[in-house]
């Protein structure tokens, strides 16, 4: 089936996100058409679910902007499914409104011969008012009742989020009732699922007052801060403080807002967060509040932050809307009016009553256990599915039957096959907690690693682009200048130290194969891609340079684009070096297509043997790890822990290499020469700051630098500098990237001896390796980042 959204992306509505996957769960194949936010790729897909994106317009105000706005939504969203019809098919049409007018689509394709759904998430017309303070147009009003109608008569099955918008799909638009089913929005098992209290140690003196949600003008978030204010103003309640999940359009208006009520003492702003993480905020407040208006509109809504307080045994104030009271009932605290300051005073209540914060909590945990959470709400929406599906008969047997498709691939790291070869799982750092951690990253990277449709089509062209516009596009493509600390994952680095905390808090012994050999504290490997006959060139010289400082490093060289000096490589080696391969021509579509990427795979194989050589790299570290296990390789080096400023942007998050199937994977964590050239940010710099964080976390110091940049006496000279401070470090292992991986194979294969006295592990490292506790090997990462 294929479904259309337009006033969000997927997998950002919630409501949409569960349908969508409850139905693939349930064996159904699912295509969402919808707006991309600007930061994800065209095509994608999450959980099963394939995704097209098309790209946002600017939102013009005023009633010609929302005329533009959905005329071009429905032209877009038109062409992505005659995309989506000719690339997959499909049987049924799910249309997510407001707007109304996407309905048109539904109708052309219900003519020819598909099931036309509607799925009314919020009233148009009492939408349209809301945000304007109950005015509006008149004309529009009647235009979207129109629409209205015409979608509730024409669509072959309705869903309302609650009986007050069936009772409008039945007497306004004009349904017959038999086609109109209820699906509640409703909390999900994650809301079910009891969460760690991340209230802090004074949360009995200071009350955390939660709202997650979409802050826009109806949403009433700004009646929310008034409240705040009446409590410290009107009230004299000082000791609290407000955390405010979400975003949209009313935002800057409440940021201004807090600060002329001079509140910011009181008010944190979270913004936008992932949808997994909403559980633990909501469970780090003491009060939640839902402060939607009472108007038409709000009156027909049955609010998804209401349930989710709800589920997680958190007590809500909210005013009196009706689909809201209807479904908290007793679980929740009515405002006695309309204003800011009943609001206040319900809050208040609250604040000084913990049995009744305790009651209510219960309550409405009750309720939502009782029938409204997301699995009652999703048997409706598959039985209503299964109905039509036996109309259709087009049943999808093998929900993963798609994801061979290069378009919407999601590669495995379970067992599986591609072209033949096992990939037979995937190996991380460390086991337990901390190895799950790290492996759900590195699987998300394989996901998400895919060209956008802008690059696709970018190298495409590259052939026909002069050199000089391709270096003017490079310098121009970061935007804004980039934050000094860009390479440093902040955002992984506390999810890691909280799993690592988990793992100790678990089994306080837990002890692990140490990263590095002979004792060593972090370990250093220096890598070159040679990408043009100029760099080729300066190979020698800058070995040499490194060769001053003990120091040996890889020359990944490009076979099939520029003229080769066998004895330049045959040198290298005789020196200590080690030459790698760089993919094959250097012009970006390795991973174009499954068939391009087999006939390369062949040649690119020969030339492994031909030179001896250990490892790879990918041109411009594109990546497809799965496809890689076609090469007959040691090592790949095309994973990094964190660069945003790729063309497949993203990262592993963790400093440690892994194996993944046959492959030792090394990722690079140093940022590359070229990128910091491209931002105007200082080599030595930026890459001694990443070195503090590396050594931290006891993890990889891997650099990429390029002989082809350093075409100036300055920059061999910061190089050389850069080189000192390496080979001055101490208690750091250096050597070659087949020598880590080697290393890497060997712990691998090893094993953590029951003996708690033996420090040795049991097997191929035991030489060199050294067992240690994870609280000890991570003492200094979990004072800096827990």
Partial sequence: ????????????????????????????????????????????????????????????????????????????????????????????????????????????????????????????????????????????????????????????????????????QIRRGGAPDYRCYIVRNGPNEQFLTDQPDGRSSSSSEIMTIGYVGLISPQDGVDRLIYALHELRETFGFHAFRASIVGDGPALPALRALTRQLNLEQHVDFVGRIPFEQVPAHIASADICVTPDPINDYNNSCTTIKTMEYMALRKPVVMFGTTENVATAGDGALVASEDTPQALAQGILRLAKDPELRRALGERGRQRVEAGLGWTAQATVLVDLYRELARRSHRRCKDASSWSGSRACRTPRISAGTQSGRPVVGCTPAFPGRIGECLVQHIARDMRDAQLSLKFRIYYCLRPLIPIALRQWLQRNQYGQRAKDDWSIPVDWATEFAACVRQQIDADPGFRVIAPWPD????????????????????????????????????????????????????????????????????????????????????????????????????????????????????????????????????????????????????????????????????????????????????????????????????????????????????????????????????????????????????????????????????????????
């Avoid at 033996?758 to 004072?783: K, M, N, T």
């Fill in 519 to 786: 004792d060593a504290q972090s370990a250093i490997v220096l890598t070159h891609d040679v990408e043009t006959r100029e760099g080729f060139d300066r190979v020698l010289d800058i070995a040499a340079m490194e060769e001053k400082h003990g120091l040996r490093s890889a020359w990944n060289i490009v076979p099939h684009k520029y003229r080769l000096d066998q004895g330049v490589l045959r040198e290298l080696r005789r020196r200590g070096h080690e030459v790698g391969v760089h993919g094959w021509s250097h012009d970006g579509r390795l991973f174009s297509s499954r068939r391009t990427f087999r006939l390369r795979a062949d040649r690119i194989n020969q030339v492994l043997s031909d030179w001896d050589a250990a490892g790879f790299r990918a041109p411009m570290v594109h990546r497809n790890l799965a496809w890689l296990q076609d090469l007959n390789l040691r090592y790949d080096a095309s994973c990094f822990d964190v660069d945003p400023y790729q063309a497949m942007p993203g990262g592993i998050g963790g400093p440690w290499p892994f194996l993944l199937g046959r492959i030792v994977e090394l990722p690079y964590t140093l940022p590359q020469d070229h990128t910091l050239d491209r931002l105007g940010m200082d080599w030595i710099e930026t890459w001694q700051r990443k070195l503090d964080y590396l050594l931290n976390a006891r993890g990889l110091v891997l650099s990429i630098t390029h002989p082809d940049y350093m075409d100036t006496v300055s920059k061999r000279q910061a190089y050389d500098r850069w080189l000192a401070i390496l080979g001055e470090l101490p208690h750091v292992w250096r050597g070659l990237p087949g020598e880590l991986a080697q290393w890497w194979r060997d712990r691998a294969a090893s094993q953590v001896p029951d003996d708690p006295v033996v420090d040795r592990p049991i097997g191929p490292a035991s030489e060199r390796g050294r067992i240690v506790p994870a609280a000890e090997l991570f003492a200094d990462f979990l004072a800096r980042w827990s």
């Fill in 1 to 168: 089936m294929l479904m259309v959204l337009e006033n969000n992306s997927f997998p950002d509505d919630v409501r949409v996100m569960l349908e969508a996957t409850s139905l693939v769960q349930d064996g159904f194949e699912v295509t969402v058409v919808c707006p991309t936010d600007g930061h994800r790729r065209i095509v994608d897909a999450y959980q099963g679910v394939r995704i097209l994106r098309y790209p946002s317009i600017w939102q013009l105000p005023g009633g010609i902007g929302h005329v533009i706005e959905f005329g071009y939504s429905l032209i877009a969203a038109g062409f992505c499914s005659l995309y989506v019809l000719l690339r997959h098919g499909f049987d049924a049409i799910h249309i997510h409104c407001p707007p109304d007018t996407n309905a048109l689509l539904g109708i052309v394709y219900r003519w020819l011969g598909k099931t036309f759904v509607y799925d009314m998430h919020d009233l148009s017309p009492e939408l349209y008012k809301a945000q304007r303070g109950g005015g509006g147009a008149a004309s529009v009003v009647r235009s979207l009742r129109w629409f209205e109608r015409l979608a509730c008569r024409s669509a072959d099955r309705l869903i309302a989020t609650n009986a007050t918008q069936r009772d409008v």
